[in-house]
């Protein structure tokens, strides 16, 4: 099966709901973690793996980042809306090239979030294997003011992309399953795309709808989440698994 990029995108403006999903997040982060660290490589050799010092696996963010800082109207469902805004309030928008979005540019902005590497046994994809909850926290331009991005450095700046992910055939379900919990309970505009928009949204949230009933909204909440991290390490379990016997397989 081919792999499938995931792209996220969210606005929370209240930093109170933003902190309380990042308390969860860095639950699902430390988990991921615990099955990174029971080798220091994956099971599988690495593809273009690099001499560069290796990433953390959970980078926290919080930092102000000074200019130039670009950030691509394709952070917004509706780029358009972004451009007409940033216009409105006097930013700096650079003109789109060669079929890319539009550039803002800000000279400065303050990011809060996390960054964490996803644990998959067979390191498929060791460039685009982690997952990005980074908040913007720009009050001045409140149509910035908590969006999510992916930050990245370039020699000419930083850039606040959209985030994004490489899967196969693992946890493809399993995020469809997270992000419904993301939308339905904290980020009511949080949208995603798999191989369909919002994909698999309207059967988790009839889930989610009749646990808030019976249970009320926190502890719905909680028990949700919950299962979202046991349901995790069922698959990386079983992907385990899976690899292990590959692999014994292949000596034999």
Known sequence: MSCVDVVWK???????VRYRLLSYLHRLAHLSDGYLRQGERPFLSLVGEGHRPPRPNIEIVDETVSGPIYIPSTIEPHPETIVARAREAGLTVIEPEHG??????????????????????????????????????????????GRLVEVKEEAEGVYLTTPSIQLRSYL?????????WIRF????????????????????????????????????????????????SQHAEHSIGEVRSLAKAGKT
């Open 185 to 232: 309970f904290l980020v009511g505009d949080f949208w995603w795309q798999r191989r369909e928009e919002l994909q698999g949204y309207a059967d988790y949230r009839s889930v989610f709808e009749e646990l808030q009933t019976t249970r009320g909204s926190a502890e719905a909440e909680d028990a949700t989440f919950d299962a979202v991290l046991s349901t995790f």
């Open 100 to 145: 890319r979005p539009h550039l803002l540019v800000l000279d400065e902005v303050r990011l809060r979030g996390l960054n964490f590497k996803l644990f998959d046994p067979r390191g498929l994809y060791p460039s685009d294997d982690r997952m990005s909850f980074v908040f913007v926290e720009c009050p001045e331009h409140h149509f910035l003011d």
């Open 172 to 180: 493809e379900d399993w995020t469809d399953c997270l992000f419904a």
């Open 10 to 16: 969210g606005n929370c403006r209240k930093p109170e």
